[in-house]
């Protein structure tokens, strides 16, 4: 049975069932959620987290997902073990207060047993063993009631195994899972009934766990470890969350050795042999790097189709790494041409079986990854050489391993991996600090970490947030995209400290009202400004506007007089000016997104903006640099537009219907079952929250600044609309008036004119250069034949002001040549350039014979100057830090070149 199918069955076996009652299929969330806590979905339940959390009342009473999960900690295990992958679809059916653990466990057998005649997927019962919390007897009693096992084959496991939580304080609960036999060849014989607490290591292979059923039932107070929490008591409502992977029922119903070998997998892997010549299963190295090919290709894919870019931080340094660490691994595997074009159309083509996206989205999709290849082979090229030279410098000092900090720059500013590192260490007889390195990888993680934890406006804690939430009973209305006054109620104030009861002049808090016509910053709009008035008298001024829970709207604002307390009446006005002006931005945004998809391809999507009064930043997907012409033409097409005059409306639709509209969905965002879409005539549709004009001649104008590459497959477009587009406008036409006047010419003949002042202004330049190096070159005759005689050697000490380090370099060696051969020579020249001095020293041959070393004379010359230098025995260059130490630096050599030629 292909992974389709078994994804089919399992969404229809939920979706249709009666006996229980039909759950609701919600399609896959996106790899990217707005949660501070997750770099990506990394389980089937994460779409429905504020559902459990209690942040939000979920639209249905059961629902069956097939999520897209990536798990990146076990990156480096991947391919070693069977075990490990980062891309993963995790099948699972929820219950927010409806049935509980009878249903879940009578759901999940029947499909797990049921005959594939009859739609499930027929595993003998034989070979199932039920696991349960060893202190859920509830949980046994149903196990032997529902499937007639008897009681022995239960396992009974501890806190460690069966006992779900998020590892934070809220929801837990026991967990049952259903684990199949795989018979002696995968571990040791077991007798069930004796098994527990832990499952033992050497059954984990045996005994492969292929679903996991969730019973939510208490809310836990703090959460030590995953065996040590407190249980604070019952939740209002039992929930259900079961997770099954649907790689792992793969591999049994295709019966192969592991989810690298199932179909959505291994035509990878055989495509890897057919490049590489190498044969899977003949060697176990060879074998880890074809499963990390086949695991990273198609992890890569479906970040890039969610949205994600390469880059050196978050979720772009996490894609980076995985194509870079699938690139290296043909490499490794004797494959030097470029492996992606090659491998992910086949990781497309079984993925996209099931994601039509990655098909419609191809060409931004390969164009993203090919690129990140290219880059890499360049980045071996150049890494290759700093390691070589790392490596030449240790062995020069007498070290035999390599810092941790140079092969942590390497891997971190040159993308250099660590296990190339450490091979070509290897091949150089030498070591790697792999602690250091390691403390600082990690070291960046927790800064990372620290980053994407950070949310603007959560100083207190979700805690309070939530606290406020429930206090309302309902989520706030936001009633700006009709009004920009509303009135409304004080139902919340939070401080540094948690929840407030009241704030006084001067404060800075945050401020929840039942009904607000605030935007809340979202969407790539920035949030409303304004004032909010209190029926006591208080005001206060509004800084910013964030969500930081589902439903919850909150103001931070500076109390300007008087004393604000619950309960009280408000008055809330929003900056009108601010909203028109952010909202002639926002509409502007999607109008050029339209325009470049027209002008670049369906490809140029949206990946990034910025809605601003009177400005707006829009980042969008391109392989290469935007060219001048195709600028030009969308800006020329919007502005058309703009005089055209069409309506903006929104309107509610589902999403399928959304879908069916020609609306385009924005990467990462997340959407309910109920859109909004935005549309600019019958022009520009797109899903999107956020505030707009009303037409869009209220725009004025558009004016595209310029655009610019920001990473990897990423170019960014800035711009100015309305009134700040036409002062900018203004400026320019000053500005080409000036010019005009200035250079005699009209205004279309200013670029020819300005042009033809640059060739002139070059040239004199290059006259200049040339004579400037005649008069310096010309005192070299003078120089040599005033040399001075030190105990036998022509001594030349010369400094010259304003001359740079090519230039001190060219006059000693010129003086060096003019000094008779036949006797030994030395020249020790000191220049200076903005207060930066440099030196040179130059010998001759036979001041070499003497003893006389370049390389030792700079030292002692820069080292005067408050620097450092070197070179080879005949010409060696410094710098330093004071140029006024320059004929200190030349006595100090002279005196040196005495003492040798004395020594010899």
Known sequence: MDTAEIRRRFVAHF?????????????????????????FVNAGMVPFKPYFLGHESPPFPRAVSVQKCVRTPDIEDVGKTTRHGTFFEMCGNFSFGDYFKAGAIELAWDLVTKSRADGGWGLEESRLYPSVYADDPEAVDLWKKITGLPEERILKLGKKENYWSMGVPGPGGPCSEILYDRGSAYGPDFDAATIGPDMPLELEDRLLEIWNLVFMQEELSAVRSKADFDIAGPLPKQNIDTGMGLERVALLLQDVDNMYEIDAMFPVIEKAQELTGRRYGANHDDDVRMRVVADHVRSSMMLIADGVTPGNESRGYVLRRLLRRAVRSMRLLGYEDRALPELLPVSRDKLGETYDELHRDWERISSVAYAEEEAFRQTLRTGTSIFDMAAQQAKSAGQTRLSGERAFALHDTYGFPIDLTLEMAAEQ???????????????????????????????????AYREVADSIGAPVQFTGYGEVVSDATVRGLVGDDGVLSSAAEGDEVELVLDRTPFYAEGGGQLADHGVIELGNG?????????????????????????????????????????????SRAHTATHMVHKAFREALGETATQAGSENAPGRFRFDFSASGAVPLTAMQDVEARVNDL????????????????????????????????????VSVGDWARELCGGTHAGRSGQLGVIKLLGESSIGSGVRRVEALVGGDAYRFLAREHVLVAQLSEALKARPEELPERVADLVDRLRTAEKEIERVRVQQLLGAAGDLAAGAKDVYGVSYVGHRVDGAAAGDVRRLALDVRGRLPQDRPGVVAVVGSSDGKPSVVVAVNDTARSWGLSA???????????????????????????????????????????????TNR
């Open 15 to 39: 979706r249709d069932n009666t006996a229980i009652g039909p759950h609701t299929a919600v399609p896959s969330a996106s790899l990217l959620l707005d949660d501070p806590t997750l770099l």
């Open 538 to 582: 208080a005001r206060l001024e509004v800084l910013d506007v964030q969500s930081p829970i589902g439903g919850l709207i909150v103001h931070q604002a500076r109390v300007l007089s008087g004393e604000v307390a619950l309960g009280e009446p408000a008055h809330a006005v929003v900056d009108v000016e601010r909203r028109r002006s952010i």
């Open 855 to 901: 390389n030792a004379l700079v030292k002692i010359a820069a080292g005067a100057l408050g620097g450092s230098g070197g070179g080879k025995d005949d010409v060696a260059q410094g710098g330093g830090a004071d140029a006024h130490l320059a004929d200190q630096a030349l006595l100090d050599v002279e005196h040196e070149v005495g003492r040798a030629a």
């Open 642 to 677: 703009v005089l055209a005059d069409l309506a903006v409306h929104a309107e509610l639709m589902s999403q399928d219907e959304a879908r069916r509209s020609g609306a385009m969905a924005l990467f990462g965002e997340k959407y309910g079952t109920e859109v909004r879409v």
């Open 429 to 463: 007889g030498l070591s790697v600090d792999e602690g250091e390195f390691r403390r600082l990888m990690t070291e960046q993680r927790e800064r990372a970490k620290a980053d994407a934890r950070a949310k603007k406006g959560q100083h207190a804690g979700t805690g």
